[in-house]
């Protein structure tokens, strides 16, 4: 089978939901020396952007975007140790959640992974955060960096309320706040008064490490 066709194969039974495939497809690609950025860049998250896609118009439902999100988390669990690959010393801490009332995962998974490759500490909260979650883990931990994903346009509020947490708990200006997600953009995190913003994965990553620098030299100054 050529690069190409391993490609489409894995686009397609993500797209259908068909988990042993594609975590056949997924190690059969690694094996070939297909780069773990190209299987999910150019097959795993292109097809689950056609799934939202049928989603929204109504030639897929719920329990189709559930399989197939399903397929491609098992997918990422074989990435996982070949993305999060460093030597690098641990060069900050990072608490992730999904906001309360939110149960998508996947990207925040995968913003951790970045984030672990990049050298970061991750504590990983899980979904549907409450913000007195958030503020119990920034007490405890004393992270860098609070990052906050959402998925949907009705738990973007969730973002606000956060943060009004972490201000009525006196941790506001303690940590730097990072906010993602699908319906996210730059405007709305200026408006919930995050510290910053990046659209996938990696952008994460970069923004954290200037934020972050920008922190550290505001504190020596
Ligand atoms: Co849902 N869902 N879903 N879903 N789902 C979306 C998000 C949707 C866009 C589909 C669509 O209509 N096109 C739509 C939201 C519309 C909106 O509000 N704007 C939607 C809907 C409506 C729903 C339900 C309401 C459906 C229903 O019940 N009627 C329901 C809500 C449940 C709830 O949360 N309360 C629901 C449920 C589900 C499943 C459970 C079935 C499943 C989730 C499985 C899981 O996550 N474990 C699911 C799935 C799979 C999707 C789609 C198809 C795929 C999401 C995904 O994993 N994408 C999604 C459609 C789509 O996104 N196009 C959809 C791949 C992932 C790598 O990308 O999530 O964008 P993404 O993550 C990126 C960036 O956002 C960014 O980096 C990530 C990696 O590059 N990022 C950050 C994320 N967090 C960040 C934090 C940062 C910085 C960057 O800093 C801290």
Not at 16 to 37: C, H, K, M, Q, Y
Not at 63 to 73: C, N, Q, W
Not at 135 to 156: C, N
């Amino acid at each position: 089978m050529t690069k190409d066709e391993l490609l489409q194969q894995l686009y397609d039974f993500t797209l259908v939901g068909n988990g042993p495939e594609v975590l056949r497809l997924t190690s059969a690609g690694l094996a070939d020396g297909i780069g773990p950025e190209t299987l999910l860049y150019e097959a795993l998250i292109p097809s689950l952007e056609e799934v939202g896609a049928r989603f929204e118009r109504g030639d897929f439902f719920v329990p189709e975007m559930l399989i197939a999100g399903k397929a491609m988390a098992g997918a990422l669990e074989i990435l996982r140790p070949l993305l999060a690959e460093t030597g690098a010393a641990a060069i900050g801490t990072v608490v992730m959640g999904t906001v309360k009332g939110d149960v998508h995962d996947i990207g925040k998974n995968l913003v951790n992974i970045m984030f672990e490759g990049a050298g970061f500490q991750v504590i990983d909260l899980g979904v549907q955060v409450a913000p007195e979650k958030f503020v119990a883990a920034v007490q405890e931990h004393r992270p860098d960096i609070v990052g906050f994903s959402a998925f949907l346009t009705t738990t973007m509020p969730m973002f606000k309320a956060n943060i009004n947490a972490l201000t009525k708990a006196g941790l506001r200006d303690q940590v730097i706040v990072m906010v993602g997600g699908a319906p996210v953009t730059q405007e709305y995190a200026d408006v919930v008064g995050a510290d910053g913003y990046a659209a996938d994965a990696s952008a994460a990553v970069v923004r954290a490490k200037e934020l972050l620098a920008m922190r550290r030299a505001a504190a020596l100054a």
